[in-house]
C-alpha cells in the first residue's frame, strides 16, 4: 500500500489543477486571432467578473468546487483515483489564506479529520493546491489562448488546442499529455455556450482520456470562511504534496 500511496500523491502532485502556473497566458484578441477564436475568449467573461461553479472529469478523477474571483474566495475539491484506492484533497482560500484537508491514505495527515492551514512563504511552487489559482483554478483561460482552427455553429465551438501551452486543466496529469510529442498541439476540443454566450461546457477529446469541463450558478456568492481550528500544515506534507 506504501507504493500505491505515493503513487495517487504524485498523481495529485501532476494535476494540473493542482500544481498550474500562477498565470496562465490570458486569451487576447488581435489581427493574429480569429473571429472565432475571439468570440469564444469572450464567453470567458462570467468566469472572471463573477462567482461560477465548475467541475472537470477526467480518467484520474474530478476536480469540483466553486469560486467568487473578486470576493477572493475558493472552495473546491479534488479527488484523484489508483487501483481502487482515492486520495481526496480540500482546498478553501479566504482572501489570501489557504487551508487544505486530505483525505484517503494510510498516511499521517491523511486521515481528513484535520484542516491544515497552508503558509504562503512555505509554497515554493505558486499554483499548487490551486492557492495562486483563485482566479482560474481550471485553467480554462490558458486552455482557450491555446486554441487553434475555431469554428462556431450555433452555440457550439470546434477546433484544436495545443496542450503544449497548458499547465493547468482539472485533474489531467499534463507531463503524461506531454508523452503524446507532436500530437498534443492538436488536440480537438468541443466548447458550448448558453444563450448568453456564457461558456458552459468544454470537451478536449485527449487520446484515451477525454476531459469535460462544466460551469454553472454564474453570479452565485460563496459563503465559504476559514475552518475553525485549522492547524499549521506539519512539515512533511509540504514535501509530500510538492508545495
Aim: proline share 8%; aromatic share 6%.
Amino acid at each position: 500500500m506504501g507504493a500505491l500511496a505515493v503513487g495517487l500523491v504524485a498523481a495529485v502532485a501532476l494535476a494540473g489543477c493542482s500544481f498550474g502556473k500562477s498565470d496562465p497566458p490570458k486569451p487576447t484578441a488581435g489581427p493574429s486571432v480569429a473571429p472565432s477564436q475571439s468570440e469564444l475568449a469572450k464567453s470567458l467573461g462570467a468566469l472572471i467578473n463573477g462567482g461560477y461553479r465548475f467541475k472537470v472529469v477526467a480518467k484520474e478523477g474530478s476536480y469540483t468546487g466553486g469560486i467568487d474571483p473578486v470576493a477572493d474566495l475558493l472552495d473546491a475539491t479534488v479527488s484523484v483515483t489508483s487501483d481502487g484506492a482515492t486520495l481526496k484533497i480540500d482546498t478553501v482560500a479566504v482572501r489570501g489564506t489557504a487551508y487544505t484537508r486530505l483525505t484517503g491514505l494510510p498516511l499521517p495527515g491523511f486521515d481528513g479529520a484535520t484542516w491544515f492551514r497552508v503558509d504562503p512563504a512555505r509554497i515554493t511552487r505558486p499554483g499548487s493546491l490551486g492557492l495562486s489559482a483563485v482566479k482560474d483554478p481550471t485553467g480554462i483561460q490558458a486552455l482557450i489562448a491555446a486554441t487553434h482552427d475555431v469554428r462556431r455553429e450555433d452555440r457550439s465551438y470546434n477546433g484544436t488546442v495545443d496542450m503544449t501551452r497548458v499547465t493547468t486543466w482539472g485533474p489531467v496529469n499534463i507531463p503524461q499529455v506531454m508523452q503524446l510529442g507532436q500530437a498534443a498541439t492538436r488536440i480537438p476540443f468541443e466548447a458550448t455556450v448558453d444563450d448568453h454566450d456564457r461558456l458552459v461546457a468544454m470537451k478536449v477529446e485527449i487520446p484515451d482520456n477525454p476531459v469535460t469541463a462544466t460551469y454553472s450558478d454564474f453570479g452565485t456568492s460563496l459563503t465559504t470562511t476559514a475552518p475553525a481550528g485549522a492547524e499549521p500544515l506539519p512539515d512533511h506534507l509540504y514535501g509530500m504534496l510538492g508545495l
